[in-house]
């Protein structure tokens, strides 16, 4: 049974920061693919960035690009989302997702295992 939860997210104001975690089990952390996407109120989710099996690749949003950093850590199963001059429109539930191979995708579909979302809330 593979599970995937998220943690770290909080209320801050804009222009701060926050760590969020994801952590997985139930399958070889390092052979799969991870990915943070994000729901606001009344949108659709939407990718915010991923990361391969490895670590060494990372692709973003383009709102996303210079604000955060995603990352893992494959002996802890953990992968991390640094989220920086967080802005009010940040304001989301963040989820994690574990796809099924190697391929770090944009796209809601290729990823077949989701945690139960981090809501994170930017005040101005």
């Known amino acids: 049974q593979v599970q995937v939860a998220e943690s770290g997210g909080g209320l801050v104001q804009a222009g701060g920061s926050l760590r969020l975690s994801c952590e997985a089990s139930g399958r070889t952390f390092s052979r799969h693919a991870m990915g943070w996407f994000r729901q606001a109120p009344g949108k659709e989710r939407e990718f915010v960035s991923a990361?391969?099996?490895?670590?060494?690749?990372?692709y973003y949003a383009d709102f996303a690009k210079g604000r955060f950093t995603i990352s893992r850590d494959n002996a802890k199963n953990t992968m991390y989302l640094q989220m920086n001059s967080l802005k009010p429109e940040d304001t989301a539930i963040y989820y994690c997702?574990?796809?099924?191979?190697?391929?770090?995708?944009?796209?809601?579909?290729?990823?077949?295992?989701w945690g139960q979302g981090t809501q994170v809330t930017v005040s101005s």
């Open positions: 990361v391969s099996p490895s670590g060494s690749s990372t």
């Open positions: 997702a574990s796809a099924p191979g190697v391929y770090k995708s944009s796209s809601s579909r290729d990823y077949d295992y």
